[in-house]
């Protein structure tokens, strides 16, 4: 395949982009995943693009700003000492955001390296097959009451911290650990599911700012304001529809479809790519 200079990246292929991002970030199929698919097949490499995969999941963050503008404004009003369950919140928030940020911080070289199809194609497997086995070990407690978000813990947010590190792998997929992690420590499916969305706040606005402070040059040069601009708003739009819908789709039908179409993908990329 004849690569095209990252000069190439125009208005079409950032829509491309911005879409795979907003539909799969919040689902536990990979976002990082399938956008270092979609730069294979689009013929897209180098650090610019890397760089531009990280900064459209700004796209996505203003999605759940809008979704969850009450919890957000909750927040705000408990950093201020107005509102003890939003400061509650926060904190946990905080706490669960900690293991990724110093972890991946120290091995940030490394987690570049893996940006490769192969590597996401055994992750997809693998975490395929895991969220099928996870889904019939914890249907019992989805079906369960569960505890609601206010009642989560500083050592229940530790605890989904710690597994949302494991998505530092690509393919993983951040949402399914940390909404495992949140089925683990007893939340309801829909709790597990909105902090899993408010975690995103953070750790994929840290993610983007980094990438826009050491590699703003090199994106520079992969896209301009114009298409960058539309790979916002596309993973803006497609992510807010994303998360209204798997919010009632995985209260109804668990992660069995998700499971089974990570598997189904991960066949697809080793045969027809590796």
Known sequence: ????????????????????????????????????????????????SKAFDVVIQIGAILAVLGLYRRRVGQMALGLVGRDR??????????????????????????????????????????????????????????????????????????????????????????????????????????????????LALPTLSAAALYEVVFHHAEMAGAVGAGPLIVGLLAAAVSAAFAVKGFVAWLVRHGFVPFGAYRIVAAAVVFLFVL
Not at 16 to 43: N, R
């Open 1 to 48: 395949m004849v690569v095209p200079p990252l000069a190439a990246l125009d208005a079409l292929q950032s829509l491309i982009l911005g879409l795979v991002e907003g539909l799969t970030e919040y689902l536990p199929v990979s976002s990082t995943g399938h956008l270092i698919i979609a730069d294979h097949f689009l013929g897209i490499q180098g650090e610019g």
């Open 85 to 198: 369950e939003g400061g509650n919140l926060l904190l946990n928030l905080a706490i669960a955001f900690m293991p990724a940020a110093v972890i991946g911080l120290m091995i940030e070289k490394r987690i570049k390296a893996l940006f490769d199809v192969r590597h996401v194609a055994w992750a997809l497997l693998v975490g395929g097959v895991l969220m099928i086995a996870a889904d019939l070990l914890l249907r019992r407690r989805r079906e369960q009451r569960g505890l609601p978000l206010e009642r989560l813990g500083p050592q229940g947010a530790l605890v989904i911290g710690l597994f949302q590190v494991l998505a530092m792998w690509p393919g993983t997929s951040r949402s399914l650990v940390t909404i495992i992690g949140g089925l683990i420590v007893g939340l309801t499916p829909l709790a597990a599911a909105e902090f899993s969305f408010l």
